[in-house]
């Protein structure tokens, strides 16, 4: 049952001293119906929410986005190009915590809608970047997972193996997978801070500038391609100039792997919304689940997916994006279909929404901007949705000898049956 919005609104003068609040409104962003939210309006002209969670889920995924929160200092803060919550409050309620923190204004859009334009898309792009060159320290001081390559490799490997073991994997996309996690070459990244979590409805915009990103509760130093899945899947005409725009913001930082692990992690999400449905019970979930791994595996049988193989080419230098850019004029040239995925049409938000029991929003709204609108408060948190990773944060190298990059494959190998068994 929900709480009602006076009585939220009663219990953030008691997490936060001094608080007089003028106006109160539930609040509702794309909600999952994990919590009870309402918008505060203060006396002093502070503009403020307050979550209380409906579930242990919720209030899971609550605690971890506060620990990220507040790992962030203003340093950290001050580097990154938007805003990020910051804590203000908490109090107890029903054996549980009701948090407030400053209300962030911006507008959710889709992946295909933050790629469709260049200003945005490349503000997207930049973002992203710009999470990715956050230097590493305050994670660990906060106690957060740290994953290196090796480990995002067997991670991957297990999450493979416990899909295939359920006997709804195609043949072709275990092959597919399995190639994948052979190739060391793909595999030979450097561990970033990373979000973890984050999709499309992660992100605020403002016009053509991203206001802010919500979302936390994920934060870790691991593989930067798990930031980019759904942008590697999206089908905006600019999502090109966003790939660029992220890796000028890197600095040279990003490897050239990193579109290919990007798409393998999009693809896995149709793994983990099947181990869900197989977790849960649920029939519905795992027909869904299988319908959507037969399409992919269609579109590998007529070669209409992006291979996840290093010939697909490494991305642009940084010299490459810039001359790419002069040269080249904007706006002229749409994104050919050809060029992506079948599991572009898979919206992986869309499969977090139904996970909570959402029914799915009418065809017409999917595509329009949903800006940020008051008389339709709530719920003002995505979905999480990931796992926590742990480990160290260092890639290991790799010699170049033939015999070594043999060697990594059986490694893999005996790693991924080891799982399967």
Do not use: C, K
């Not at 390559?149 to 709804?168: C, K, P, S």
């Not at 994948?180 to 973890?196: C, H, K, M, Q, Y």
């Not at 605020?204 to 759904?230: E, K, N, Q, T, Y």
């Amino acid at each position: 049952m929900a709480r009602p919005p006076l009585t939220l609104a009663a219990l953030a003068t008691a997490a936060v001293p001094g608080l007089e609040v003028s106006a109160a409104r539930a609040h509702t962003r794309r909600s999952h119906g994990g919590f009870d939210a309402v918008e505060l309006r203060s006396a002093d002209g502070r503009h403020l929410v307050i979550r209380a969670p409906r579930s242990q889920n919720a209030e899971t995924e609550q605690s971890a986005d506060l620990v990220a929160i507040r790992a962030m200092t203003a340093g950290i803060r001050a580097r990154l190009p938007f805003r990020v919550p910051q804590f203000v409050g908490q109090a107890p309620i029903d054996g549980t915590r009701a948090i407030v923190t400053e209300f962030l204004t911006g507008g959710v859009r889709s992946a295909d809608e933050l790629t469709e334009y260049d200003a945005l898309a490349a503000a997207v792009g930049a973002a992203v970047g710009a999470i990715h060159a956050l230097p590493s320290g305050f994670v660990g001081d906060a106690g957060l997972p740290r994953e290196n390559a090796d480990e995002t490799r067997d991670g991957v490997i297990e999450l493979i193996g416990r899909a295939a073991d359920t006997g709804h994997l195609p043949a072709a996309i275990l092959r597919r997978w399995e190639q994948a996690t052979d190739d060391e070459s793909l595999w030979r990244f450097r561990p970033t801070v990373i979000n973890g979590a984050l999709t499309a409805d992660s992100i605020l915009v403002d016009g053509d500038a991203v206001s802010a990103i919500v979302g936390w509760a994920a934060l870790a130093v691991g593989d930067p391609a798990r930031d980019l899945h759904w942008l590697m899947t999206s089908r905006g005409a600019s999502a090109e100039l966003a790939l660029e725009a992220y890796v000028i913001g890197r600095s040279g930082g990003a490897d050239e792997h990193l579109p290919q692990r990007a798409l393998l992690y999009g693809e896995l999400e149709l793994a983990r919304w099947l181990l869900h449905g197989i977790d849960q019970r649920d029939r519905a979930i795992v027909d869904d689940a299988v319908s959507l791994l037969d399409g992919l595996a269609a579109s590998v049988h007529d070669r209409s997916s992006e291979p996840l193989s290093p010939e697909t080419g490494p991305i642009m230098t940084v010299g490459d994006v810039e001359r790419m850019l002069d040269d080249t004029p904007r706006g002229a040239v749409p994104r050919e279909g050809g060029a992506t995925l079948l599991t572009d049409s898979y919206d992986f938000s869309e499969l977090e929404r139904r996970e909570a029991g959402e029914r799915p929003a009418a065809a017409m709204n999917l595509t329009a901007p949903i800006p940020l609108d008051l008389s339709d408060w709530g719920d003002a948190a995505p979905s999480a949705g990931q796992p926590t990773r742990e480990g160290a944060d260092a890639a290991d190298g790799d010699d170049g000898s033939g015999a070594g990059a043999a060697s990594a494959a059986t490694d893999a190998q005996e790693r991924r049956n080891a799982a399967s068994s």
